[in-house]
């Protein structure tokens, strides 16, 4: 069974870095991209991008408003996906879900909350 | 970036209703890399429907995708009572992927 688990989240300040885990198990993790997505209380879906597998060069693609500040990393190894969030805004106060894959989206983690408040 | 719009806002209707569900992108989408996803309250998004019309595993035949180009539907053949939800579409077919604001079928 694919399962999906991101952790990490909280309570953080305004200006913070914050690292979220996607802890990944049922499936060969190497061979997958992996998407993130956010959403904000009572707002809708936001696509903050993907990380390609390492055999597409383990290359990253963002959305605008996150370029910049928002990092995807991956460990194979332990088949464990990474978000890094610099320089927190309020506005980063969101849900963020892992999601194996990169287009046609079927096997979501349940979501951390992360919420960026002084 | 491929902007996504979908209408109605807000489709308020009963069980056994038929649910016409709209989106429409700002561009052409390629290869009509579409998804739809259902969210209900304190879930993660449901995958079901993609490349436009491909029914997800285990999505009920009662759900349904169509459209090309810029225009795309989702239909909701009968309503249950487990439909009543948001609906997103979202585009994968040109960088940045952009999901639509969301439909909220209520009754």
């Known amino acids: 069974e694919v399962q999906l688990l991101e952790s990490g989240g909280g309570l953080v300040q305004p200006g913070r870095s914050l690292t979220l885990s996607c802890t990944t198990s049922?499936?060969?993790?190497?061979?997958?991209?992996m998407t993130w997505v956010r959403q904000a209380p009572g707002k809708g879906l936001e696509w903050i991008g993907f990380i390609r597998s390492n055999s597409y060069a383990g290359t990253s693609e963002y959305a605008t408003s996150v370029r910049g500040r928002f990092t995807f990393s991956r460990d194979d190894s332990k088949s464990i996906a990474y978000l890094r969030i610099n320089s927190l805004k309020i506005e980063d106060t969101a849900v963020y879900y892992c999601?194996?894959?990169?287009?046609?989206?079927?096997?979501w983690g349940q979501g951390t909350l992360v919420i960026v408040s002084s | 970036e491929i902007l996504l719009t979908q209408s109605p806002g807000t489709l308020s209707l009963s069980p056994g209703d038929r649910a016409t569900l709209s989106c429409r992108a700002s561009q052409t989408v390629p290869t009509n890399y579409l998804a739809w996803y259902q969210q209900k309250p304190g879930q993660a998004p449901r995958l079901l429907i993609f490349y436009a019309s491909s029914r997800a595993t285990g999505i009920p035949d009662r759900f349904s995708g169509s459209g090309s180009g810029t225009d795309f539907t989702l239909t909701i053949s009968r309503l249950e009572p487990e439909d009543f939800a948001v609906y997103y579409c979202q585009q994968y077919g040109s960088l940045s992927f952009t999901f639509g604001p969301g439909t909220k079928v209520d009754i």
């Open positions: 049922g499936f060969t993790f190497g061979d997958f991209a």
């Open positions: 999601i194996r894959g990169r287009s046609s989206l079927f096997h």
